[in-house]
């Protein structure tokens, strides 16, 4: 392997950076040249590619966002794109790929390379946590602390106002997310996608609590809900507790900027490290992801389609710990 390329793709993640400076510096530190792609698969059609040195990615391991840049490329979805892209890469003689993003990155990763024989090996970046083959992804940790920060500013006025709050936070198709926020943020009741929480529920806990004198609550929604998303959750509770004011407040994009974590550097280097040298060794198709505190290689369809279980325990903690 003599020159390899790096890009970020999909949502971007706080540590993504601290990442790509691991893919740059591990490359360079086996003797192999490395190109940095921007814009994702998007830069990769257009060829906009640059050689990276260990110097650009200086003064980078403590920023947030990406410096390669990240797109959603609807153009890479479709055969002729990909055959676009993989013409840039012969152009360039890139003969080994590190994607760096969530399942939408490792989808088309997974069919690029099937279909153009590239090694590409995968670093998960993303703030949901949604992938399976590792335990945490890059980014994670460092949005469950901003949310949490977000919450814990929240609990503050819904005190003082004798409020509740509905706080929606990110998390597509998983609650993740939500589910440590809650715990952390002491939340009454946490409604996420993997499990059921009904309205009705949701108004008989608000109810019991109000009776007891408990004043303020904070009710954590991941926003793939089943239930909806919190503004709508929020309009059918007011309906049922007209005595109680309630506010929403949804975080967003807020959890997926600022300065990565020392838990997501410490993730974002061990497998950006990773990523380069299984390439050396011969993998492709595949994600590196840390479970159990150990390195493993996980092909992309897996990543992709088998499911990361959350732990039900936490379910139970959250109904424990609001009494
Ligand atoms: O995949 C990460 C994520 O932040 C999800 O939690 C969220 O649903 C989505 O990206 C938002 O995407 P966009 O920034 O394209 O609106």
């Known amino acids: 392997m003599k020159r390899i390329a790096v890009f970020t793709s999909g949502g971007d993640s706080p540590g ?30 257009s060829g906009d590619f640059y050689k990276m ?58 069919m690029f390379s099937e279909e153009f ?54 998390g597509r198709d998983s609650g993740y997310i939500a589910m440590p926020c809650a715990i952390g943020g002491g939340a009454e009741i946490v409604m996420i996608p993997e499990t059921i929480t009904s309205i009705e529920q949701v108004i008989d806990t608000l109810r019991n609590g109000w009776e007891r004198s408990k004043t303020s609550f904070i009710i954590v929604i ?3 809900d089943e239930e909806g998303n919190a503004t709508q959750i929020a309009a059918q509770v007011k309906e049922a507790l007209p005595q109680m004011d309630a506010r929403v407040t949804i975080l967003g994009h807020v959890q997926r900027g600022g300065a990565p974590t020392a838990a997501d550097r410490l993730l974002a280097s061990q497998i950006g490290i990773a990523t380069v040298e299984g390439l050396i060794n011969g993998k492709s198709d595949v994600m590196a992801g840390i479970v159990n505190s150990r390195l493993v290689y996980t092909p992309f369809k897996d990543t992709i389609n088998k499911k990361k279980i959350i732990n039900q325990r936490f379910v139970r ?3 424990i710990l609001s009494i």
């Open 16 to 45: 993504m950076n601290a990442c790509i400076r691991a893919v740059v510096r591990t490359a360079i530190y086996h003797g192999i040249e490395v190109y940095g792609i921007r814009k994702g698969y998007n830069g990769m059609i």
């Open 53 to 110: 040195e260990s110097s650009s990615v200086s003064n980078t391991i403590q920023k947030g966002g990406t410096i390669l840049k990240s797109a959603r490329s609807k153009e890479f979805m479709t055969r002729e794109g990909r055959e676009r892209a993989f013409e840039q890469l012969k152009k360039y003689e890139i003969d080994g790929l590190v994607a760096i993003g969530g399942n939408g990155t490792f989808t088309g990763a997974s």
């Open 317 to 319: 903690m959250v109904e």
């Open 117 to 170: 024989g590239i090694p590409i090996v995968g670093a998960p970046g993303t703030i949901d946590n949604d992938l399976y083959g590792t335990d945490y992804t890059i980014g994670y940790d460092t949005a469950v602390n901003t949310a949490l920060d977000a919450i814990d500013k929240i609990r503050d006025t819904a005190d003082s106002h004798e409020r509740v709050f509905f706080v929606e936070v990110m």
């Open 222 to 224: 991941a926003e793939g």
